[in-house]
C-alpha cells in the first residue's frame, strides 16, 4: 500500500535534524559539523526526481533553496554555495544545500564519499539550531 | 575591466559542445561518454551562484533545468536524474543534470572525481547531438 501522506524517509530522518517547515518543503540541519549543510524535502508523496513536482511546486522549490541559501550565506559567509538533488541513494526527493570553504575538508571536491559525517556535539547542535532559526524568524 | 556581455568559462567551454540556445541559459553536452550529461549556462554577466539570480531568472533557470531533465528521461529512461549547482573548480554558474544507470562507472556515488572522462569519438558525438536536438525540436 503506498501511503497517501506524507513521510520523511527513515534515512533523511537519521541523518538530519528539523529545523523549520516552509509551504513547501521541510527544512533540516544535516548531522555532520564538517559543513553547514541544509537539506530541503518537499512534502510531495511520491516524489524522486525535481521533474515530479509540477510547474508551481517547482518554482516555490526554488524560492525555498534561495531562502536556504541566503541562510547560509547570512550565517556563515562561505566562499560558494553547492545546490544539488541527487537522491541515488536516499530516493525520496531532497536538495542539499552547502556552505563550502576552502579550509572545509572536502574542497574543492563535492562533499559526498569525501570524509565520514562528524555529528555535532549536543551544545554545538543547539547553538547552531538556535542561530539559524534565529536568522530565519529575523 | 568587467566584461559587460556574457562569455562562457573558457573551461566550460573546452569541456563541453554546443546543443541549444534556451532563452536564458545556453545547453552544452558535456563531453564524457560515461554518462547522458547536459550543462546549463544561464548568460548572466558574472552569477556564481544561484542566489545571484533575481527571481525571475531562477525561475526560467528552474522550467529550463526542467525541460534539459525530461529530454534525457525520454532519450535514456534513466533509473534517476542528478540535478546540481556546484561551481567549486570553474565559478561561472552552471547547472549540472546527469541521466545516472546503475551499471553507470560511478554509481551510486555523485560522478564528480569518480571516473576519468570519456570523450566521445566523433561520430558517437555528432549522433548523441543529432538525436537531443531532434528531441528538443519534436
Known amino acids: 500500500m503506498k501511503a497517501m501522506h506524507f513521510e520523511l524517509d527513515a534515512r533523511l530522518a537519521a541523518d538530519t535534524h528539523p529545523l523549520a517547515r516552509f ?28 521533474i515530479d513536482l509540477d510547474p508551481q511546486q517547482r518554482h516555490q522549490l526554488s524560492d525555498e533553496t534561495d531562502r536556504s541559501a541566503r541562510l547560509l550565506r547570512d550565517a556563515f559567509r562561505p566562499h560558494k554555495l ?17 556552505a563550502r570553504f576552502e579550509e572545509d ?8 564519499g569525501r570524509v565520514e559525517a562528524d555529528p555535532y556535539a549536543p551544545e554545538a547542535l543547539i547553538e547552531r539550531i538556535a542561530l539559524l532559526q534565529g536568522l530565519l524568524r529575523g
Not at 537539506?39 to 516524489?47: S, Y
Not at 553547492?82 to 552547502?98: D, R, T, Y
Not at 575538508?105 to 559526498?112: G, L, S
Open 23 to 50: 509551504a513547501l518543503c521541510e527544512l533540516r540541519l544535516m548531522d555532520d559539523a564538517n559543513y553547514p549543510w541544509l537539506i530541503l524535502v518537499p512534502r510531495v508523496v511520491g516524489a524522486r526526481d525535481l
Open 82 to 98: 553547492n545546490v544539488a538533488a541527487l537522491g541515488n541513494v536516499v530516493p525520496q526527493l531532497h536538495v542539499h544545500v552547502i
Open 105 to 112: 575538508p572536502a574542497w574543492p571536491a563535492p562533499v559526498w
